[in-house]
C-alpha cells in the first residue's frame, strides 16, 4: 500500500512534468485558451479607496525632512513640525468622515491629520479657549482616539464646556 505521503509525492511529480510540457516551445495552445471569460456576477468595481496619508516632517532646524507613514513612528520620534500629504486614495473612510464632521468645518482632513502626527504641542498640550478649538478637539477625538496625548484633549474640551 502506497503511504499518503507518497502518493502526494507522485502526484507533485506528475503535475509538475505536466506543467513543465505547458512551457516548452512544441506545446502549441490558442490564443485564447487561458482566459476565463465568465461572467464574474456580484463585482462591482468603484474605482474608489481610503484617503491614506504619509507624514513629512522637519528634522531639528535642518532642511531636512523625515517621511513617515504611520502616526505611531511620527510619535515615538517626537515631531512636533510636520505636514500630511496624501499618498494614496481618493474616498474618505468612515472615520474620517466622522471627524471632518465633528470638526464643523473648522478644520480639513489634511488639518486633522497633520495635527494628529504631532505631540507635545497646538491642542495636546493647550487649552480648548473657543467654540473653533473645541470643534477641532473634538474632529481629532474622532480621527486619531490612540494618539498619546488624547487624555489631555478630552480634559481640556471638559473644561471647556464647564
Do not use: K, N
Not at 29 to 40: F, M, Q, R
Not at 106 to 118: F, K, N, Q, S
Not at 147 to 156: G, M, V
Amino acid at each position: 500500500m502506497i503511504s499518503v505521503r507518497r502518493a502526494l509525492a507522485v502526484g507533485a511529480v506528475v503535475a509538475a512534468a505536466i506543467g513543465l510540457a505547458g512551457c516548452t516551445p512544441s506545446a502549441e495552445s490558442e490564443p485564447g485558451d487561458s482566459l476565463d471569460t465568465t461572467a464574474t456576477s456580484g463585482v462591482e468595481v468603484s474605482g474608489t479607496a481610503p484617503i491614506v496619508f504619509a507624514f513629512v516632517c522637519a528634522v531639528g532646524t535642518s532642511d531636512r525632512s523625515e517621511t513617515y507613514t504611520t502616526y505611531s513612528a511620527v510619535w515615538d520620534d517626537d515631531r512636533t513640525d510636520c505636514r500630511a500629504q496624501r499618498i494614496t486614495g481618493t474616498e474618505m473612510s468612515s472615520q474620517q468622515r466622522a471627524a471632518v464632521d465633528a470638526a464643523e468645518g473648522d478644520a480639513t482632513l489634511e488639518e486633522l491629520a497633520t495635527t494628529c502626527a504631532v505631540r507635545g504641542t497646538g491642542p495636546w498640550t493647550a487649552a480648548v479657549d473657543s467654540s473653533t478649538e473645541a470643534h477641532v478637539a473634538a474632529g481629532l477625538l474622532e480621527y486619531c482616539p490612540g494618539h498619546p496625548e488624547t487624555e489631555h484633549l478630552r480634559d481640556a474640551i471638559s473644561a471647556w464646556r464647564g
